[in-house]
């Protein structure tokens, strides 16, 4: 599946796991229209802060999500390794920091490995490509057994819409949004208030209706651009 103005890619980093995807980029060719709901549990991690901020400037460029380091209750340093991940795609991408937002999944406590991150920066993006979203949804496994998609096509007003999903999650699940990692795009043209409103009632309608064993994370996010 491809969305029309949007190119992914995923690389191996060696961040936890060995020689498997842990790494994955989604860039959109332009600004486009983006929002988020995030965990509403008291312990946030850190790429939930940074990208909550990003999504409520309602468009951005790129979506950062690594598997095996969470990235949550990592103090100041986790912080400043969020600022770094975003400068590195922003710099490789062509774009501002502000413009990423960032999603992790894995072992709560561990910083991110910077130095396998920042190596495989030039490699991830030198990977970006339309029919790249596979590779993303399998970069951000973490203890699922199949990565998990969902796509459809249908007309609107005279002319072809695509819209792709993702998610991860087999554990820690629980229905206080947003109970996994997800991630959705759309070559729908949406203004971001809306999308935010779309985002949030189709939340409510799913995710929020889910629970596996009462455990709600500290990175639960659901991100999507249009």
Do not use: H
Not at 26 to 35: F, G, K, L, N, R
Not at 113 to 137: C, E, Q
Not at 190 to 205: K, N, Q
């Amino acid at each position: 599946m491809t969305i029309k103005g949007f190119r992914a890619a995923a690389v191996a980093a060696n961040l936890r796991y060995k020689d498997r995807f842990d790494l994955g980029l989604i860039v959109a060719d332009s600004p486009a229209a983006w929002a988020g709901v995030f965990t509403q549990s008291v312990c946030q991690a850190a790429p939930v802060a940074w990208s909550r901020e990003r999504a409520a400037q309602g468009r951005g460029r790129a979506i950062l999500a690594n598997a095996g380091q969470a990235n949550a209750q990592t103090g100041k340093e986790g912080d400043l390794n969020c600022r770094l991940s975003a400068k590195f795609i922003g710099g490789a991408v062509n774009c501002p920091q502000e413009e990423v937002m960032l999603a992790s999944t894995g072992v709560i406590g561990q910083q991110i490995n910077m130095t396998a991150l920042a190596d495989a920066v030039p490699k991830l993006t030198a990977s970006l490509r339309p029919d790249g979203l596979d590779d993303f949804a399998r970069a951000i496994m973490t203890t699922d057994t199949f990565a998990k998609t969902a796509a459809e096509d249908f007309a609107c007003d005279g002319r072809q819409i695509g819209i792709w999903g993702c998610a991860k999650g087999s554990g820690m699940i629980a229905p206080n949004m947003a109970t996994m990692l997800g991630f959705v795009l759309t070559d729908a043209s949406v203004a971001p208030e809306l999308l935010r409103e779309i985002l949030r009632e189709g939340a409510d309608l799913s995710f929020n209706r889910v629970t596996v064993d009462g455990d709600t994370s500290t990175n639960d996010c659901l991100l999507i651009m249009a």
